[in-house]
């Protein structure tokens, strides 16, 4: 496999239930990224792991939680998740050119719908 | 506030014209600007970027075009194909790997 690799592709709970997102990448990256998209709203960060250390948790609620095990792996625990929530979550991995400058390689995201 | 701002959702252009999709950016300290490009149901997928210290980035039928002084960058496809329709998304970075995504232009590509 290469790239970065998301499972499930699709996920649908209910509001009590708690699940998991896995993402995995096979690039050698350092960093790798929580990001969360809503229709008609701009790729939201919420979590930046580097060298498996949380960088950045941008406000993040607390039903969602991270857990980056090592460089290569990073999961999304989700619990009491409300319907706002719904949303495409994509997971990013990203190493710096050598001149400070970075690009994000995304998964195909898992697509979430809270009811 | 959004610092990225790509305020034309949706463009349509005749198969073999140009493309030209825009951004504009509000913070001065970005230095790094990226495009991305998104097929329903897949991820985004890195397309073409440009560091501050130029001014334009070409790649096949893709450049890229910045402005500083109006903070404002642009896509340009050249021709553009049907297989180019997709969500385009304009990103920027202050160096590091704290990204700014704009809210994407869909483009259509007329047969």
Redesign the interface.
Known sequence: ETG?T?TP?HLVMGMTNKKSLKCEQHLGHN?M?WYKQSA????E?MF?Y?FKEQT?NNSVPSRFSPECPNSSHLFLHLHTLQPEDSALY?C?S?QDDG???????????T?LSVL | D?Q?KQNS?SLSVQEGRISILNCDYTNSMFD?F?W?KKYP??????LI?I?SIKDKNEDGRFTVFLNKSAKHLSLHIVPSQPGDSAVY?C?A?I??????????TSLTVIP
């Open positions: 970065v998301q592709r960093a990224y008609k709203k701009p790729l960060l930046v580097n950045e994509l990013a990203s001149y400070g400058n970075e690009k994000l390689f995304f998964g195909s995201g697509q | 959004q990225v959702p790094y990226l991305y149901a897949e991820g985004p997928t890195f970027s560091s998304f990103a970075s160096t590091g790997n704290q990204f700014y995504f704009g809210t994407g």
